[in-house]
C-alpha cells in the first residue's frame, strides 16, 4: 500500500512592482504568504529557483511583517522591490527582512518604504554620458552586479537606469532594483525619478540619519499554485 502523505499545494501571489503610469512594465515578484508549506531554506531556495522571478518573498508572519527573500540563487537579507510589494499586498506599516525594521507607507498611487542604503548588497555603480548609451548596452558577462545609468535631466532629478545582476542564475538584466536605487540615491544625495528597465518607474528621496525612501506602484497579477 503506498502511504506517501502528498505535500500541501503552496499558492504564490504573483505581483509587479514599481509599474509605470499606466500599469505596464514592473518587475515581477512571488509572494508566499503562508511559508510553512517552505519552512527551510533549501526548499525556499527550491521554489525561488522554480518560479524564476527576480526574487520570492516568503510570510513568515504577516502580522508582524517577518518575511524572507530570496532569488533563483541566493537567500538575501534585503531588497527594495520584494518588501514594498509584500507590503502593498499584506496592507502592512512595518516589514521586518532580515537586516532590519522597514517602515511603511502609501499616499494612494505609491507605496513607500524606509530603509538603509547600507542595506543593499554592493553594487557596481557605473555612470554612463547619456540614456541613449544605457539603453544600447548589450548584457555583460556574469561577474559583476552592475547598475548601468545616466543622467535624463539631471536639474529634474530624472535618470535612465539597467541593471544586471551577472550571477549566472538566468536573469541577466533585471527590470526593476530597489537596493541598487537606494544606493545611487546616497551616493548622489538628492530625490531621484528612475526609469529602469523596458520602463519600470522608482521614486526615491534621502531622509535623515542614513534612510533613504523607495516608493513605486504595485499591481496583483495573479496567483500561481505549485
Known sequence: MNTTVPSAATDIDVLRVFCAADGRHGNALGVVRDAR???DEASRQALAKELGFSETVFVDDPERGIVDIYTPGVRLPFAGYPLVGA???LDLE???PPAGEVWVRGDGEFTWIEARAEWAPPRTLRQYGSAAEVEALDVPE???WIYAWAWEEEAAGRVRARAFPGRGDGIDEDEATGA???LLTAELGRALNITQGR???LLTAPGPDGIVELGGR???EG???R
Open 223 to 225: 496567483t500561481l499554485t
Open 37 to 39: 508549506t517552505h519552512p
Open 218 to 220: 504595485v499591481r496583483l
Open 180 to 182: 541598487a536605487a537606494l
Open 142 to 144: 556574469p561577474g559583476q
Open 94 to 96: 512595518v516589514v521586518r
Open 87 to 89: 507590503a502593498w499586498l
Open 199 to 201: 520602463g519600470s518607474q
